[in-house]
T-cell receptor
Framework: DVKVTQSSRYLVKRTGEKVFLECVQD?????MFWYRQDPGLGLRLIYF???????EKGDIPEGYSVSREKKERFSLILESASTNQTSMYLC????????????FGPGTRLTVL | QKEVEQNSGPLSVPEGAIASLNCTYSDRVSQSFFWYRQYSGKSPELIMS????GDKEDGRFTAQLNKASQYVSLLIRDSQPSDSATYLC????????????FGRGTSLIVHP
């Protein structure tokens, strides 16, 4: 019954490393999203995609990039990880526009040392 | 800048009571509203959506929307300890990108 999966639950990386976070959904959704969640700051949108090979910046895209080569997969890339990117990263997908009636993945807790 | 405001809590209620969670939003264009439940260490889970003024009931949950006053609320009847979680409110405006704006969440504690 798994709908949105993320490649890792916990990840520890070093400053300057290139980090890939993978998200896969099995619901044939067109809309996919990457958020980060930090205590006191809530959910913040990094990037989203409405279609294959399409991407749009969210509220905090700096330091991140994304890739969507296939409909079911949406990858978040930290080009050069920094300590301030230590966070919980949540992927989500939805059939309807935006995140209406959407599903979140289990999250990846990333620690950058 | 559209904002969604929630009292961070914690809101503490006894088991069996009605928990009332409130959310206000600043953008009159907002049309669709959602409540997510997030247990500690877990990801958000959609529990209610509401698009029209009035009440929408689903089991023990009732969402209430008042667009004129720009608030949306979630009532949980017969609260259980398993309802203890953080509840996130989200709003989507009509037109534009349909990207939701999330509140920072209200922590609910249901004590036996």
């Amino acid at each position: 019954d798994v709908k949105v999966t993320q490649s890792s639950r916990y990840l520890v990386k070093r400053t300057g490393e290139k980090v890939f976070l993978e998200c896969v959904q099995d619901m044939d959704h067109e809309n996919m999203f990457w958020y980060r969640q930090d205590p006191g700051l809530g959910l913040r949108l990094i990037y989203f995609s409405y279609d294959v090979k399409m991407k749009e910046k969210g509220d905090i895209p700096e330091g991140y990039s994304v890739s969507r080569e296939k409909k079911e997969r949406f990858s978040l890339i930290l080009e050069s990880a920094s300590t301030n990117q230590t966070s919980m990263y949540l992927c989500a997908s939805s059939l309807l526009a935006g995140l209406a009636e959407g599903f979140f993945g289990p999250g990846t807790r990333l620690t950058v040392l | 800048q559209k904002e969604v405001e929630q009292n961070s809590g914690p809101l503490s209620v006894p088991e069996g009571a009605i928990a009332s969670l409130n959310c206000t939003y600043s953008d009159r264009v907002s049309q669709s509203f959602f409540w997510y439940r997030q247990y500690s260490g877990k990801s958000p889970e959609l529990i209610m959506s509401i698009y029209s003024n009035g009440d929408k009931e689903d089991g023990r949950f009732t969402a209430q929307l008042n667009k004129a006053s720009q608030y949306v609320s979630l009532l949980i009847r017969d609260s259980q300890p398993s309802d203890s979680a953080t509840y996130l409110c989200a709003a989507i405006a009509s037109g534009g990108s349909y990207i939701p704006t999330f509140g920072r969440g209200t922590s609910l504690i249901v004590h036996p």
